[in-house]
């Protein structure tokens, strides 16, 4: 069993201590108790650390029994990509570190934290400033309320305006503001409702992952992928262009003042061009993916609302890696999605999905069960057959539609 010292040691920021104060550090954190950020948390033993995340330079210091001050180490910004988590043991050095980082004290999450020690979370990120920023708020004493359909009270914020499709049902939890790199701001509430199983309809059915169509099942019906990125390619290509242009010269620019020691050297920032293209490039990947996000999240609610059992095929993660191909990777993707939103709504609403292994299943027969092995053809040229014909029993058979009926069977098979 991995315990909680060799979960400390891959950390990368813990990658150079010693044993003995990864002991410490475990020492410390279990058992796991709720940290508030940059708290000054006891071992049991009347020694004091802080727990923080700092930036840049920091020691990884003991304070003994007679005061003094034992530095464990000494990380350097490069080591740790300038964010690590330390226990500070000195309540002095935490203060003034509290003090050289204050912004970076109150970005501590320190549930992440609690969740890593409890073995169920990797080590927290530092949260960058880079990406997407969002923060989140527990709600109590009905801090956070929707008003009507275009406003919501939020906590600090106080009434704000929305526009969704749906309004959030039942129990508000919590509640995450979001602002992308698209530079637009989403809400998303978090509630809490009871489980709605859909009505039964003693239907089953199969599907086959496929290339040029997403998902055909075994009733014949094919539900087609549709590039998205077809419409935007243009105009994403433009801005892509423009930004990595407007990038190179703000580089070089940067580099300039540095190179001139000026007082204040601009910043990527300061570049408003460059920051407009990059705004443009990230909203027409936002715009794709929502289209894309969309389309899966309809056709899969068709689905469990049609049918109580769905069988599909395994998907072959690690033969997924190996594929380099841009396409075939798109589609993995979504395939993986596909099946990740199928599998919860499929828990949400009372409804079953199977995963059976795909050897075979486009080359047996679902008419007389004969594996026919290509019929001789090899790999290439068996991709391309659509229509078979079966050399045992003679039945003409759509590949697509075949391979979706024989996977069904398969999984009704394993009931
Ligand atoms: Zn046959």
Redesign the pocket.
Known sequence: METLIDRLRAVRAFRNLPTSALTKIAQIASPPTTYQAGELISDGQGEQALLLVVAGKAKVSLLTADGNENILYLLKGGDVDGQAALFVRHPRLARLIKAVYPTTVIRLRHDAFQRFFKGQNKFPHFKSRKYAQSYNSKCVNHNIKVIDNHHIKLPKLGVVYFRSGRLPQGKIKNVTVRLTVANQYYITVLTECENQTLAKTGKRVGGDLGLKSLLNLSDGYKELIHHFEDKYRKKLHYWEKLRSRRYLLAKQAIAWDYHNKVLAPRQLDDFKNYQKARVMVAKYRQKIANQRLDQLQKFTTKLVKQYDIIVLEKLNIKGMLKNHKLARAITNASWSKLVSILQYKCDWYGKKLIQVNPAYTSQI??????N?HRLGLDKSEWLDVREWD??????R?DRDINAAQVILKKGLATQ
């Open positions: 027969c679902i008419n007389c069960g004969k026919n079966c050399p045992n029993c003679g039945t058979l």
